[in-house]
């Protein structure tokens, strides 16, 4: 498969920052609900009557779970913040690179937190035993179609 191009054909400096911006802010749309939507079930679940008859480690999973989430939700909100905050300010370059770290990293809190809520369902439904195989799947899952089937791709173009 031939090595695709950084910028497309008769495309100027400007054009590709103006596109990989929109292609950025894109991705983003299609990943803030999703966590959005974990977070609020998990800003829930406490007000559940069954809430009290969690386990101390139980607690602690789901506990890091929140945080995980409250991050990845500040995170991947944060280049489209940056990207207003600085409009007009010809910094373009560096809107596209900052945000581009901010979704990788917020992609990757959204992983523990997806992997932690995973964990804790099958831990409260089936036990510990099933809930560990369960959450070290997950984490293989989302760790190899987010991350390595891409990195490896681009480590094979190269």
Known sequence: MAKVPSRTKDENEEERLDRELLELLNELRVVIPGVQV??????VVP????????????EDLYFATLLFA?????????PSAYHRALFRAHE???IIEYGHRLAIAGTVCLMFAMTGAVTLICDLIFGPTRAIITGV????????????TGQWRRHKSS
């Open 38 to 43: 974990l977070f609020a079930f998990l800003l």
């Open 47 to 58: 007000f559940q009557v069954k809430f009290d008859t969690l386990s101390s480690l139980q």
């Open 70 to 78: 409250a991050l990845a939700t500040a995170l991947l909100i944060s």
């Open 92 to 94: 373009k370059p560096r």
């Open 137 to 148: 799947l997950m984490l293989i899952v989302y760790s190899w179609f987010w991350f390595v």
